[in-house]
């Protein structure tokens, strides 16, 4: 595109460019506003024709596609967007991995997927569904893996934006980053944007550097910005230590829903249990018995590290024996006792705390 082109010009000189080439002329607002998407259809259209398109063609095309060139404009941008932010497609089936009966679950399936799937009784009765979220727990008890589950039980877009990603041109840029990532995700459809780790680049500003608060500042800007667009994003962000973020996120107006997440009953670890034995080849299982056997402190990630170990020590078994190997409940029982749990009574009760504190859904 000639520089010449993309300078900003004038409403009358736009008038005037528009007028010379197709011949249409325009009150100067409607023709400043008509110019840069005329620019942007000539861009477009050079590159799905692989050459230059003169702007007089351009010009006459979008005039007459006007609605399906922008449109269509629009669509390539999110697929260049979606490309650079390495979005991912999520399973469906990764929904069933989580009981029923885990409180979130519910809390979710309810506040979240129902509202943003069944979207003409939510209008009919004024049902605004979340658009932004806050997760937070223990370490390992399945943040991550909830915001991922939304993702595929509505068949959107995972976009992961880790706290590294901001951080790869130096701190003083951070906010920078932010900015130009949380922009390019407002034009985006259909998205799960998902920050972990949140309180690295949410931090409470009470003893914060001159950095981190403008950070902080950076992002209680861009919030209200995300929700007031009318397109089908959801952010939702997580993190271990929810005393550590700043208030003012913690206020009504930010974050719509804040949902805690924690250990595991008895059927929500069977729930898991059966998904990771069914990729094992196994012999006889006593689910019941294994489940009694896992007290309470193990949580989502720790139960798949214990199959990953279940999964090695039946390699290494069938490798040296040359024998088939079924993993059984007694493989299991004797791999068990040498998986350390995350959670502590300590941090059960401060979760506890914290889910008084600052759950608000």
Known sequence: MN???TEALSPELCVS???EISGTKFDPDAAADLWPRILQHKWLMS??????????????????????????????KRRDILNEMGAQTIRKEIWDTISDSQPPKQLVQRKIILPLTE???????????????????????GKTHFAKAIAGALSWWFIEIA?????????????ANLRIIMEKARNLEEAIIFIDEFEEIAGSRDDASRVDK???????????QLKNQGNKILLICATNYIRQ???ALLRPGRFDCIIPVGGLNEDERKTILQHYLSKLHTGEIDLDRIVKKMTSPFTPADMEYLFQQVAQFAFEQELATKQDYQVTTDTIFEIIPKIRPSLTDEIITEF???????SRF
């Open 3 to 5: 520089e010449d082109l």
């Open 17 to 19: 460019k528009i007028f």
């Open 47 to 76: 590159e799905k024709l692989r050459r230059d398109v003169g702007l007089r063609v351009a010009c006459i095309d979008f005039l007459e596609n006007i609605e399906q060139a922008s449109e269509e404009y629009l669509a390539y």
């Open 119 to 141: 979207l003409g009784l939510s209008k009919k009765h004024g049902v605004v569904p979340p658009k932004t979220i806050i997760f937070f727990g223990p370490p390992g008890t």
């Open 163 to 175: 706290p590294s990603m901001l951080m790869v041109d130096g701190t003083e840029k951070v906010g």
């Open 214 to 224: 403008s950070i902080t500042n950076e992002f209680l800007k861009q919030v209200p």
């Open 245 to 247: 973020l700043d208030t």
């Open 352 to 358: 506890e705390k914290d889910s008084v504190t600052y």
